[in-house]
């Protein structure tokens, strides 16, 4: 069996031109370009019955908040297209794939197209160039004591896709967070100016944050009772240690983890309006994750998020 983290180690000898950042960033950066590309796949990051729409939109959403975590702003974009003889499904997924470059202001400047083999599984890639003005706060920059910081919620799309798996005819707003993600472009670009450390999340929360602190030389210790979770998720599943977990270690939230200086106010920076900004934890001196609620230290999930593995 191979895994994702042990195909980025091997990557991790090639990549060693300063501009890769270690492979334990979000993004490249170049100068001031800020580079990433995410691939998603039929039955891996999306439903074969999602609308294509929403596919197209999801492909650029999932890299806009690469360069979001960067606090850059979106450059451009190159498409990596699969296609499958369905001419109105590659129609649709290019009309949400447009509408969400209109969106964010993201030029669509080229890219490449093959033919799949009949019954081949769909796989789409982008390429999204950024250009900060500013700093590029890495996963890497965070200190102990720094506070963690939360920007969105978690849990919705990890909820979504269970409500779809139940019953694939499922509407509401938890489906439509799994299948259009929002990056927070505003929000990311803010919380750079302060941030010593921040990436996006998109594996799990626990996963991410444990990547970050690692990546920092840290430990963190997180409040699970502090977790962000939106009105629609808790209806849906309550707000208990179960849920709340099960928040912590979904994925597909494409929600912003900042470490802030200790005595950095997050709410004196330029946040949107409609920015959720939550205190989740601390980065501790050390190593690893530990998580408490009100009822003291509570023991990690065996699974901390979504890791890619071959059977
Ligand atoms: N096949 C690859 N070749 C070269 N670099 C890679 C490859 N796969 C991942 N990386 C690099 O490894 C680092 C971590 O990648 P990873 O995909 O975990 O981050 P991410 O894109 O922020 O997360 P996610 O894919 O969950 O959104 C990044 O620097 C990325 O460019
Ligand atoms: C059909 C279906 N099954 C499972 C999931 C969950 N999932 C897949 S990849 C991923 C992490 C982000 O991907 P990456 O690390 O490749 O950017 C998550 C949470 C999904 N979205 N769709
Ligand atoms: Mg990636």
């Not at 789409?124 to 506070?147: E, F, K, M, N």
Request: proline share 6%; with cysteine; net charge negative.
């Amino acid at each position: 069996m191979t895994t994702e983290f042990d195909l980025l180690q091997q990557l991790r000898s090639i990549a060693t031109d300063p501009a890769a950042r270690g492979l334990l960033d979000d993004a490249a950066v170049l100068g001031d370009l800020v580079l990433t590309h995410d691939t998603i796949a039929e039955g891996v990051h999306y439903l074969p019955d999602d609308p294509p729409a929403s596919v197209g939109w999801k492909l650029a959403a999932v890299n806009l908040s690469d360069i979001a975590a960067k606090g850059a702003v979106p450059a451009a974009a190159l498409l990596s297209l699969t296609l499958r003889g369905d001419g109105e499904w590659e129609q649709a997924f290019l009309d949400g794939l447009a509408a969400a470059c209109e969106s964010y202001g993201l030029p669509l400047i080229g890219g490449d197209t093959i033919a799949l083999p009949a019954g081949a599984p769909r796989v789409l890639g982008l390429t999204v160039v950024g250009r900060s003005d500013g700093r590029v706060p890495a996963r890497s920059g965070g200190q102990p004591g720094d506070a963690l910081w939360l920007a969105g919620t978690i849990g919705d799309s990890a909820a979504g896709l269970q409500l779809l798996g139940a019953d694939p005819r499922s509407t509401g707003v938890l489906v439509d967070t799994y299948r259009r993600p929002v990056p927070l472009l505003a929000a990311g670009r803010a919380l750079a100016t302060g941030a010593s450390a921040m990436m996006d999340v998109s594996d799990g929360l626990l996963l991410d944050c444990a990547r970050l602190a690692g990546a920092s030389g840290c430990g963190a210790d997180l409040d699970l009772d502090a977790l962000p979770l939106s009105s629609a998720f808790v209806a849906e599943r309550g707000a208990g240690r179960a849920a709340r977990l099960f928040a912590a270690t979904g994925g597909d939230d494409y929600a912003l983890l900042a470490a802030l200086p200790a005595g950095l106010d997050p709410f004196t920076l330029s946040l949107p309006a409609d920015a959720r900004l939550t205190r989740i934890g601390t980065l501790a001196p050390g190593s690893g994750l530990a998580l408490h609620d009100s009822g003291g230290a509570v023991p990690l999930p065996e699974r901390l998020g979504h890791e890619h593995r071959t059977s």
